[in-house]
C-alpha cells in the first residue's frame, strides 16, 4: 500500500505512536513537527486524524493524548479541541499515564 491511500484510521495509528512516545518523555509537539513525521506537506489536514484520536481518548475515559500537540506561534492546542478542561492538568495527566502499558486503539475503534 502507496503511502497516498492510508485510511484516516491508519493515520490515526501512525499519530498514536507518535503521541505515546512524545508524552513518555514528556514533550509537546507543534503540528508542523507531527506532520512531518509522516511527510505530510502541510500541518492542515491533520484535523480529522486527531479527531480521531481525541474522541477515541474520550470514549475511553483516558487524558486528552492530543493536548500535547500545539500550535507553533501559541504553544496551545487548536479551537477544535473540546476535550480539554483544563491544559495543564490534562496534560501532566498525558504525561503520568504509562500509555505503553496499554494496548493501541484498533482501526475500528478509532473511527
Known sequence: MNMVSRT?????????????AAASTRQTLTYKMVANYLEFEGAGVLAPIL?????YCEREKLPPLTCIVVNQITGEPGNGLTTIDNLMKDRE???????????????????
Open 51 to 55: 479527531g480521531r484520536i481525541m474522541n
Open 8 to 20: 484516516r484510521n491508519e493515520r490515526a495509528l501512525q499519530v498514536w505512536q507518535i503521541l505515546i
Open 93 to 111: 495527566n498525558v504525561y503520568n499515564l504509562n500509555w505503553f502499558a496499554r494496548m493501541p486503539p484498533t482501526l475500528e475503534e478509532l473511527n
